[in-house]
């Protein structure tokens, strides 16, 4: 079974539970840690020869557009994760527009490659930001991966879809979705494939949760990361008890447990996993 490898490329001070303590004004003071970390993420995959997708974030990609090249080069699909990191319910449908449009001209300049997957910061695809994905659509992006079937403070559709499937929008026009990855215990959905999650459950329970996946339901997994996630050596930000614990828990031990995951199962980039599904617009 093939399964999804995915990246939010992104910078340690650019995550939303921060922003409150962060400007975006002094984002370019700060020191960044993004390139180095993404490396360090595509030479792991490279030592396991798997590809992925790696969904960036346009002020990255004009700043370190080498980095946005050699994720290309290396064979790995380019996906879009906003402008500057705002999640879709903090925006009106006018400035939606504009950031993506922005954010997917800065990665195609510089990855020399189509963009044609996206995924909301946040995972803010939710009940109230549902028109984002006419506009998706209306921008030719084929693919969405956004949607989060679980209760959450800050996203989640709990009652959506759990696997990859085709979205027909009020216009008419369709879109995919490949939504994150849940198991299905006691009639709840449950989050283990990425982010604190992944950090947070051992090793053991997220192997048998993928393999239940891929066995039982025969179903492919969304997995997900950052790269500040592979980097304990980051600058810590003043920010709540709830925010740090989510967003340093068990740095040090990520990159071995991935280490651990990319040799166990099979992963190529969404885009791929998708067409070997049918969906066939999405490889077009």
């Not at 490329?9 to 960044?32: C, K, T």
Request: glycine share 6%; net charge negative.
């Amino acid at each position: 079974m093939l399964n999804a490898l995915t990246v939010d490329v992104e910078e340690y001070f650019q995550v939303e539970a921060f922003r409150d303590r962060v400007s975006e004004r002094d984002w370019s003071r700060l020191p960044s840690r993004v390139e180095a970390s993404t490396r360090r993420l595509l030479d792991l995959f490279d030592r396991h020869e798997v590809a992925a997708t790696f969904f960036i974030v346009g002020w990255v990609a004009r700043r370190h557009p080498d980095l946005v090249r050699d994720i290309a080069v290396r064979g790995h699909e380019v996906g879009c994760h906003s402008d500057a990191h705002r999640p879709i319910y903090a925006l009106d449908p006018d400035s939606f527009r504009s950031d993506v449009r922005a954010a997917r001209a800065a990665i195609e300049d510089a990855a020399g490659a189509a963009v044609t997957g996206y995924r909301a910061p946040t995972c803010s695809v939710v009940r109230r930001t549902w028109w984002a994905l006419e506009i998706l659509a209306e921008e030719g992006f084929r693919y969405d991966s956004s949607i989060f079937p679980i209760h959450h403070d800050r996203y989640g559709i709990p009652d959506a879809p759990r696997f990859p499937h085709r979205i027909r929008l009020d216009s008419g026009a369709d879109i995919v979705e490949f939504p994150m990855s849940t198991l299905r215990l006691a009639g709840q959905n449950l989050p283990f494939a990425g982010g604190g999650y992944f950090r947070l459950l051992p090793y053991p329970l997220i192997r048998w949760a993928l393999r239940y996946l891929n066995e039982r339901e025969e179903r492919p997994a969304m997995v997900y990361l950052h790269p500040w996630e592979v980097d304990p050596d980051q600058p810590r930000l003043p920010a709540g008890l709830l925010t740090r614990f989510r967003h340093y828990v068990n740095l040090d031990g990520t990159e071995t447990k991935l280490d651990r995951l990319l040799g166990d199962f099979a992963f190529v980039p969404a885009a791929r996993v998708l067409a070997s599904l049918g969906f066939a617009e999405v490889a077009a």
